[in-house]
């Protein structure tokens, strides 16, 4: 019995040893190196595991050998719409190095690195050669396409040379996954891509291309295929590809659809609505699609799957629906610059799981900040720039404490900056800028320690600037410009400060520059500009800061000395020294072979421009150069070929224009007013017809005529013409028309005498029109011609010899001045900027006659729309179209010959601030509804035919009796020395204006009464005391319904 026990136990152990071993050979050949586990399309076996086959191994070693490995640079390529991609750089989140160079020959294929076999085959069903360093063109013959058992393919980020993407992928059948993002390629996507009909995941996407040669482009036809036939697709990225067309419906039909991406890809049309509910969808990604229409549907119910939402930069619109509440696992929301209107859905501010929320750019009516934003704590993003916010920031939005980029710029935000804002300690980037804000900088923000930019510009913000910002260990970036700060800047503690950046513009800082504020070694950009600093300024302090690139102290009450220092300065790059006391050029500048833009504008000056300023044998980079207001004098010296801004009006500069200019082809900007230039202008100013965009000649002796300038075919980038107080003369040339994009056109104060221009209409930018004083005549329009100054806001025609009348149809067409809704703005028409924004010309009105007052060389607004058509021989009724000019500010008719009424139509021009109608011959009574303009400020009526008493109420009261002199048949209040009679009381406020008369009042008064009368005698005479009550009853009924 005891053997048969221990029989039994032997067994019992054996079948425990043979388990144990067996599962340490699991065990053991799952970890060994040369052994992988995966098998694609296999199921575990028995079977003993194949090695790699010979052919294949050769293959891939043919394979490896056609690239060198060289490590890419991806950051020299643009990505403009690369901050949205799933990816955020392979390099961030794998291991970058060269896998091939590893392989060797020796060794099992299937354990190379990104190297994938087949248990059961030994075929390599899998190449993952993402970030390898692979450096070279990908051939069509590439030894690759041998492996066509090949179920993913993966080689993202490399360097294939922009080599095209071979056809001969197509052949590869069984692939699955394909990916092949961010390697270079570049040309027309191969047809045969979309014969992968087997296809679950394809990633083509690429960087922004430099130019054509470096794009990948796809057909119409293809891209449709790819989604006709690709049936089992869940991932399709096509980032930066130029697809240039509309969406299929049949994308709807991908069920199994889980990411869309396809930024950048040019896309129009309208975007087919039911994707965003397709059954997996979990990503749509679609920013930068400029073309793209469409809008989001209303969810009929909950979803979880939908997590990711981009439409940034496409032209989406329409309101965001209520449900996009039921979107419970979004976790991003990325809407900015699109065309979004009405409310945003209080439902936003419950999806809890938001990390990403940019609403940023659109045309919300924002209202409030709701305080339950504060319960999405998930966020680490959040952006509302420009959603018409207004209010104070509600204090719950200190619970955000993982926001790490939060900004609100462009709204109405007004109030205090709340302390709670000081709890937000992941805080990297805080944006409150162009609002309302005031009182100070609360002292909490100094909790925000890994804090890197601050910008709280063009607020109300006063006080002093709180010292505590320049410990902050992480800032890198502080704007305070445009603010009420004031007081001595105090800058202490700074001796771990990574500060770069530095704007405290337009505030009204007192005192002297802090000797600490060199020891801001980081510095890259000072500016101190438009200030009310005071005292001397050694440049040689700047020696210290030696990455120092931009600096600004324009307009301040400073004095800059040593200004021939022998101390190595940083090369700058922008210097900015208006207004510094400089009495010449300073000496340092020869050093400074880097300078781009130069600012020496209003100071004391008074040399010849020396040769040196250009920089040793014309090497100079200068871009921008300002010497305005200064006493420079002698003849114009020819700056360097770079140079594209160039202002030196207000000096004393004489002679001509040196044809050694005709060789600038970069110039951009030529202002050369308030000079003593004379002589004809050269006919090759012309050539500068492809870049120049403004030309200012305004103020000089300049003469003869103006066809030669013209003679080369026009100006078309020309946007800003001033020729004004010259001598021209003779016609103004049609040419000009060429100038397409002209937006400006001052020629007053001229002598060119010609008929009006009419064909100046077919300039279809022009907003500012000045003929003043010349000697144009004739009527300024014709029956056969149909006036359509569009975009027209500023007409000044005033003193030349116009005649005829206006028409009432006339200003119907001049759309610049008229408001069509309530919520549209005034026109915007003034600053003239290039496509990068870093310049502008200011637009100066000369001898401008303003609420009666000349005004020179006054910049007017970019809101300012005017008529000036004084001094003339205009006759005939004022037309009433002029009241549909609504966003008018300004209107001068005065000494003309103008009859009849002042139209009452004038009423609707609520925007109207001076109005002068004297010296010419209107007659009957001053329209009530001139009352009501609240933002009238100046008026004349004088010397003219108007009868009866002047209207009260309003602006009228204010205005003195000048403003209605030589009226022999006016009377009132304003008039001391003549009263009006009492049957000649004014009309006032209550009373009705000349739309409205007593007499149909009083005529149903009469009838009533004598109905009455007739009523009562027959009722009371003939039917007795009851009948009479009746018709009492009646005869009210009958009296109210009249």
Partial sequence: MWTSIINHQNHHYSLIFYFIMILFTIIISCCFPYVSCYSNNSTTSSSPRLLCLPHQRSALLQFKHEFAFQKPNFTSYRRFCSRYDQYSFYTDIFESYPKMKFWKAEKDCCSWDGVTCDFKTGQVVGLDLANSWLQGPLHSNSSLFKLRQLQEINLSFNNFSFSLIPSEFGQLSRLINLNLSFSMFSGPIPSEISFLTNLDSLDLSSFEGYDETTLLHLTKIDFTNIIQNMTNLSQLHLHQVDVSSSIPESLANLTSLTSLQLGGCGLHGQFPENVFVLPNIQSIHLPCNYLLSGSLPQLIEPSNSLRRLALDYTNFSGELPETIGYLKSLNELSLRNCNFVGPIPPSIWNLSELTYLQLSLNHFNGHELPSTLGSLAKLTVLALDSCEFSGEIPLSLGNLTRLEYFSLSNNSFSGPIPASLGNLKQLQDLILSINSFSGQIPSSLGNLTVLKVLDLSFNNLGEAIP???????????????????????????????????????????????????FKLVNLVYICLYSNDLSGTVELSKFAKLVKLQMLWLSFNRLSITNLSTTEVLPKFQTLGLCSCNISEFPNFLKA???????????????????????????????DYLDLRGNKLHGALIVPPLSISYFYISYNNIS??????????????????????????????????????????????????????????????????????????????????????????????????????????????ELQVLVLRSNKFYGPIWDPNKLLG?????????????????????????????????????????????????KYWIDFYITSLVIKGVEMEDKTISSAFTSIDLSNNKFDGEIPSSIGDLRALVALNLSSNRFTGTIPSSFGKMKELESLDLSNNKLSGRIPQQLADLSFLAYLNLSRNQLTGPIPQGGQLDTFPSSSFEDNPGLCGSQLSSKKCDAKETPISDVESDDSFTWIPIVMGYGCGLMVGFIIGYVTLFQQGPTALFWSSFMGRYFYARW
């Fill in 467 to 517: 010292s505590f910002l320049f410990m902050l260990p992480s800032l890198n970036r502080l704007y305070l410009r445009d603010n009420r700060f004031k007081g001595s800047l105090s800058i202490e503690n700074i001796s771990s400060s990574q500060l770069e950046v530095l704007d405290l513009e337009d505030n009204k800082l007192n005192g002297q520059i802090p000797q600490s504020m």
């Fill in 592 to 622: 400074q072979d880097q300078l781009e833009s130069l600012h020496l504008c209003d100071n004391r000056i008074e040399d010849q421009i020396p040769n040196w300023l250009w920089g040793a044998k014309g090497k100079m980079k200068l």
């Fill in 655 to 764: 002679g001509g224009i040196h044809p050694s200019f005709q060789k600038w082809s970069n110039l951009k900007v030529f202002d050369i007013s308030n000079n003593r230039f004379g002589g004809t202008v050269p006919r090759w100013l012309c050539n500068f017809s492809s870049s120049l965009e403004a030309l200012n000649l305004k103020r000089n002796n300049f003469e003869g005529s103006l066809h030669q300038m013209f003679t080369c075919g026009g100006m078309h980038n020309l946007k800003f013409l001033d020729l004004s107080h010259n001598q021209f003369q003779e016609q103004l040339p049609h040419s000009l028309v060429n100038c397409s994009e002209l937006q400006i056109l001052n020629l007053g104060h001229n002598m060119i005498s010609d008929r009006f221009p009419f064909w100046l209409q077919n300039l279809p």
């Fill in 789 to 837: 100054f569009v975009k027209l806001g500023f007409v000044d025609l005033a003193f030349n010899n116009f005649d005829g009348s206006l028409p009432s149809e006339y200003f119907r067409n001049w759309g610049g001045m008229m408001v069509k809704d309530v919520d549209q703005k005034k026109p915007f028409f003034t600053y003239l900027r290039d496509s990068s924004s």
